[in-house]
């Protein structure tokens, strides 16, 4: 057998891996080719070039390909030694920093990178100070290089590591504005002779534009690339004509896209016309059907695949691929839970249907067996007109019930006629004896089915919750959560996935956003307008590059508590044990299990008794069966020790207050108004076979407090003498409550194990 080992590779060093596939080549080959065009650009081209090229390392591009296109670039445009060692020490820095960040496993952020373009630009700067007279445009070059490099590297990161299918954030706006300006400016000096690749750019871009994406986005495009190229001919008529080609494509986009592009071509011709801006003239016409080809070009199939995803119509899909499995799984769940409950009721029933030992049965097996078989019978049946059962009962009676027969046992009816009373006693202890053995045997195989019984049962009410919970229906793709991903985006989050499940108090959402904007308070606020309900973050995970956002509903209320305990004498341990436990969001357990006896022994069993309910209630079982099987495992293997039981279970959204108690003693609800006792008539847990546990339910509301206590605590302070203690301390702090409650125990003479447990509601 082979082994196969899985290897994660870290993605905060740039890869060196030279192979590609072909969708890999065509992007780098489209990043060469934006390499070289901003190189091109007069005056400002290396420092154009070298933020382009910061951004795509920021942005995972593989340096061993974009490096060598960033120096080529500069070399072709401006052929010059120097300017071979102006390029290549950005690489080397580049290469550095990452090193740096690599060994410490640390992200590499996007201001350290702009950093590098800077010291990068600091010989290109300087010797062109030195050399030349120009100051000015050096010192614009080294601003231009960090603000661009600011903003390339946000929009590479945006397009290749995040998807620039989801939705932009405001800087991600402004950063892909300024982008498309800077790329409109370096294509106005690409070309000649009239024939300028800004009008093939700009016609294809706004075509391709209105047919994948929403009208905002093409005019948002055709205005900048127009804006571009007016500050780089110091025209703003170029900006005119732009616009007037956006607005063309989007207004006859509802169409086909040969409407848009037959419209694109009709305004260009229109412009040359009218010589609407300088240069205009037959060369722009036909640069601009060149750009309107090449996007007619594209297959059908392309343009709908990117129209689709921009949209998100498959998630509309993948949503109700979800539900209908979730829907398919709690049809399943919710069958087991039926076979696992026709399961429990069966054995339920053959245990109450199991035969117990009694003197009944006893005679008539005698009668049966030993006096069916003398030979004076008959005597004895004529004399009685049946067989001898009836007479032989009190014999039975005292051989099950003192486990022997003797002949002043014998009624007057045998005595005086059964030849053979020595036997027929000697008949009747034997029966009793092997009768009583059977039934122990029988009766343990009962205890082994009530206890499969309640078993089946527990499984049978997790498997219909987890059907409840898989029946939920999930919402990751309709129109609420484009709205909520919008509002998100006004407050610079962007949560490129967000699922939502449940309704009301049981409304869930898992957002995927950027790890800057995990720990943004605002995120809770406005999922939770949006859901109607209070929402809180209960748990953030690392997915890449991006976090997963946990939002639940949070609860109404919350509890404080704080506990005091003492051990008896000079043991090493407490026989009371305490329990605090959050078996679901909306809920919190209290209980106090006081095991029989002190020190270690009388601790184990409080432990035992406390970790099985503990784990039973993590499990979602019932409170009703949890105790049920509790007391049975727990008198199986107790060994005669039992524990008293204390559960307090709170409800955080209602403030609903469910008690339990096994042979504890009395818990006290305090009010403002009052103190209402809480007491307990059942048995400790683990001393009877079957416990009927009583669930009490209580309202409590902000700013009410429980007191819970162990037997030691209660015998020396009794009921009476805990409500003065309360009135006398008088206090909202659990913790001082508890301490309080305990020093008055030890001063009466408390010679337990003492604990005392205080909790107290309150609304958050």
């Given at each position: 057998m082979k082994n196969h080992i899985l290897t994660a590779k870290r993605k905060v060093f740039p890869t060196f891996d030279l192979k590609m596939s072909a969708k890999t080549a065509v992007a780098f080959t489209l990043e060469g080719l934006a390499l070289f065009l901003f190189a091109s650009v007069p005056s400002?081209?290396?420092?154009?070039?070298?933020?382009?090229?910061?951004?795509?390392?920021?942005?995972?591009?593989?340096?061993?390909?974009?490096?060598?296109?960033?120096?080529?670039?500069?070399?072709?445009?401006?052929?010059?030694?120097?300017?071979?060692?102006?390029?290549?020490?950005?690489?080397?820095?580049?290469?550095?920093?990452?090193?740096?960040?690599?060994?410490?496993?640390?992200?590499?952020?996007?201001?350290?990178?702009?950093?590098?373009?800077?010291?990068?630009?600091?010989?290109?700067?300087?010797c062109g100070c030195v050399f030349g007279s120009d100051y000015l445009r050096f010192g614009l070059s080294a601003l231009f290089a960090v603000v661009t490099t600011f903003c390339f590297g946000i929009c590479a990161y945006a397009v290749f590591v995040r998807s620039i299918l989801h939705k932009a954030t405001v800087d991600e706006l402004i950063c892909g504005g300024i982008t498309l300006a800077v790329t409109g400016y370096a294509l106005s000096g690409v070309g000649g002779y009239g024939f300028?690749?800004?009008?093939?750019?700009?016609?294809?871009?706004?075509?391709?534009?209105?047919?994948?994406?929403?009208?905002?986005?093409?005019?948002?495009?055709?205005?900048?690339?127009?804006?571009?190229?007016?500050?780089?001919?110091?025209?703003?008529?170029?900006?005119?004509?732009?616009?007037?080609?956006?607005?063309?494509a989007v207004a006859f986009s509802?169409?086909?896209?040969?409407?848009?592009?037959?419209?694109?071509?009709?305004?260009?011709?229109?412009?040359?016309?009218?010589?609407?801006y300088s240069g205009t003239g037959w060369q722009s016409l036909v640069m601009c059907a060149v750009g309107v080809i090449c996007a007619l070009c594209i297959p059908s199939s392309v343009t709908t695949k990117i129209k689709g995803l921009a949209k998100g119509d498959n998630r509309r899909a993948y949503t109700g691929v979800v539900n209908r499995r979730g829907r398919e799984l709690a049809a399943r769940l919710s069958s087991a839970s039926d076979v696992f409950y026709d399961m429990s009721k069966n054995l339920e029933q053959v245990a109450q249907n199991s035969s117990e030992c009694s003197p009944d049965k006893l005679a008539k097996e005698v009668a049966k067996s030993f006096c069916g078989r003398c030979r004076d019978r008959e005597i004895c049946f004529t004399a009685l007109g049946s067989d001898t059962a009836s007479v032989l009962l009190p014999m039975a009676d005292a051989a099950v019930n003192r486990g022997k027969v003797t002949i002043l046992d014998m009624p007057p009816f045998v005595t005086s006629r059964c030849s053979?009373?020595?036997?027929?006693?000697?008949?009747?202890?034997?029966?009793?004896?092997?009768?009583?053995?059977?039934?122990?045997?029988?009766?343990?195989?009962?205890?082994?089915?009530?206890?499969?019984?309640?078993?089946?049962?527990?499984?049978?009410?997790?498997?219909?919750?987890?059907?409840?919970?898989?029946?939920?229906?999930?919402?990751?793709?309709?129109?609420?959560?484009?709205?909520?991903?919008?509002?998100?985006?006004?407050?610079?989050?962007?949560?490129?996935?967000?699922?939502?499940?449940?309704?009301?108090?049981?409304?869930?959402?898992?957002?995927?956003?950027?790890?800057?904007?995990?720990?943004?308070?605002?995120?809770?606020?406005?999922?939770?307008?949006?859901?109607?309900?209070?929402?809180?973050?209960?748990?953030?995970?690392?997915?890449?590059?991006?976090?997963?956002?946990?939002?639940?509903?949070?609860?109404?209320?919350?509890?404080?508590?704080?506990?005091?305990?003492?051990?008896?004498?000079?043991?090493?341990?407490?026989?009371?044990?305490v329990s605090v436990l959050c078996p679901s969001r909306t809920r919190r357990l209290f209980a106090i299990c006081d095991g029989m006896g002190h020190g270690s022994n009388a601790s184990k069993t409080s432990k035992n008794?406390?970790?099985?309910?503990?784990?039973?209630?993590?499990?979602?079982?019932?409170?009703?069966?949890?105790?049920?099987?509790?007391?049975?495992?727990?008198?199986?293997?107790?060994?005669?020790?039992?524990?008293?039981?204390?559960?307090?279970?709170?409800?955080?959204?209602?403030?609903?207050?469910?008690?339990?108690?096994?042979?504890?003693?009395?818990?006290?609800?305090?009010?403002?108004?009052?103190?209402?006792?809480?007491?307990?008539?059942?048995?400790?847990?683990?001393?009877?076979?079957?416990?009927?546990?009583?669930?009490?339910?209580?309202?409590?509301?902000?700013?009410?407090?429980?007191?819970?206590?162990?037997?030691?605590?209660?015998?020396?302070?009794?009921?009476?003498?805990?409500?003065?203690?309360?009135?006398?301390?008088?206090?909202?702090?659990?913790q001082t409550l508890a301490d309080a409650i305990l020093e008055k125990a030890l001063q009466k003479g408390a010679n337990d194990d003492c604990t005392v447990l205080a909790m107290r509601l309150f609304m958050v």
């Amino acid at each position: 057998m082979k082994n196969h080992i899985l290897t994660a590779k870290r993605k905060v060093f740039p890869t060196f891996d030279l192979k590609m596939s072909a969708k890999t080549a065509v992007a780098f080959t489209l990043e060469g080719l934006a390499l070289f065009l901003f190189a091109s650009v007069p005056s400002f081209g290396f420092a154009f070039s070298l933020a382009l090229f910061c951004a795509l390392v920021f942005a995972r591009q593989n340096i061993l390909a974009v490096s060598p296109c960033f120096i080529v670039a500069n070399v072709v445009f401006t052929p010059d030694w120097r300017m071979l060692l102006y390029a290549l020490a950005p690489v080397v820095i580049l290469v550095a920093l990452y090193a740096i960040f690599y060994k410490f496993r640390k992200n590499v952020p996007l201001w350290s990178i702009a950093l590098c373009a800077l010291v990068g630009m600091i010989p290109y700067v300087a010797c062109g100070c030195v050399f030349g007279s120009d100051y000015l445009r050096f010192g614009l070059s080294a601003l231009f290089a960090v603000v661009t490099t600011f903003c390339f590297g946000i929009c590479a990161y945006a397009v290749f590591v995040r998807s620039i299918l989801h939705k932009a954030t405001v800087d991600e706006l402004i950063c892909g504005g300024i982008t498309l300006a800077v790329t409109g400016y370096a294509l106005s000096g690409v070309g000649g002779y009239g024939f300028y690749a800004y009008g093939a750019a700009l016609s294809f871009c706004v075509l391709f534009c209105s047919v994948c994406f929403k009208p905002q986005t093409t005019l948002f495009v055709g205005i900048l690339l127009g804006a571009g190229m007016s500050v780089a001919r110091w025209n703003m008529t170029y900006l005119g004509a732009a616009v007037a080609l956006a607005t063309a494509a989007v207004a006859f986009s509802p169409f086909t896209k040969w409407s848009s592009a037959l419209a694109i071509v009709a305004i260009e011709g229109i412009e040359w016309l009218l010589d609407a801006y300088s240069g205009t003239g037959w060369q722009s016409l036909v640069m601009c059907a060149v750009g309107v080809i090449c996007a007619l070009c594209i297959p059908s199939s392309v343009t709908t695949k990117i129209k689709g995803l921009a949209k998100g119509d498959n998630r509309r899909a993948y949503t109700g691929v979800v539900n209908r499995r979730g829907r398919e799984l709690a049809a399943r769940l919710s069958s087991a839970s039926d076979v696992f409950y026709d399961m429990s009721k069966n054995l339920e029933q053959v245990a109450q249907n199991s035969s117990e030992c009694s003197p009944d049965k006893l005679a008539k097996e005698v009668a049966k067996s030993f006096c069916g078989r003398c030979r004076d019978r008959e005597i004895c049946f004529t004399a009685l007109g049946s067989d001898t059962a009836s007479v032989l009962l009190p014999m039975a009676d005292a051989a099950v019930n003192r486990g022997k027969v003797t002949i002043l046992d014998m009624p007057p009816f045998v005595t005086s006629r059964c030849s053979n009373m020595h036997s027929l006693a000697s008949a009747i202890n034997t029966s009793a004896e092997a009768y009583k053995k059977r039934m122990s045997e029988a009766k343990s195989l009962v205890a082994c089915k009530s206890l499969m019984s309640e078993q089946f049962a527990g499984v049978s009410l997790v498997l219909d919750s987890l059907a409840t919970s898989c029946a939920e229906q999930v919402n990751f793709a309709s129109d609420d959560v484009e709205f909520l991903k919008s509002e998100l985006l006004k407050h610079n989050v962007v949560a490129s996935e967000i699922v939502i499940c449940g309704e009301g108090s049981k409304s869930s959402a898992t957002l995927l956003v950027r790890s800057s904007d995990a720990q943004k308070a605002v995120v809770a606020k406005i999922v939770s307008k949006h859901l109607g309900c209070k929402m809180e973050v209960s748990k953030i995970q690392d997915k890449g590059s991006q976090k997963a956002m946990y939002l639940d509903c949070a609860p109404v209320y919350e509890v404080a508590f704080g506990t005091a305990q003492k051990r008896y004498g000079e043991e090493s341990e407490s026989g009371d044990t305490v329990s605090v436990l959050c078996p679901s969001r909306t809920r919190r357990l209290f209980a106090i299990c006081d095991g029989m006896g002190h020190g270690s022994n009388a601790s184990k069993t409080s432990k035992n008794a406390v970790r099985m309910i503990e784990s039973f209630y993590r499990a979602g079982i019932d409170s009703g069966i949890i105790l049920s099987l509790a007391n049975k495992l727990l008198k199986i293997g107790a060994e005669d020790m039992f524990s008293s039981l204390d559960i307090a279970v709170l409800d955080m959204q209602s403030g609903g207050l469910d008690v339990v108690k096994l042979g504890s003693a009395s818990s006290f609800i305090i009010r403002k108004e009052n103190i209402e006792m809480l007491t307990c008539t059942c048995a400790p847990i683990g001393i009877v076979d079957d416990v009927e546990s009583i669930t009490s339910r209580y309202q409590l509301f902000d700013g009410d407090m429980l007191l819970m206590m162990s037997d030691g605590v209660f015998d020396v302070l009794d009921g009476s003498g805990v409500c003065e203690a309360i009135d006398e301390i008088d206090t909202q702090n659990p913790q001082t409550l508890a301490d309080a409650i305990l020093e008055k125990a030890l001063q009466k003479g408390a010679n337990d194990d003492c604990t005392v447990l205080a909790m107290r509601l309150f609304m958050v």
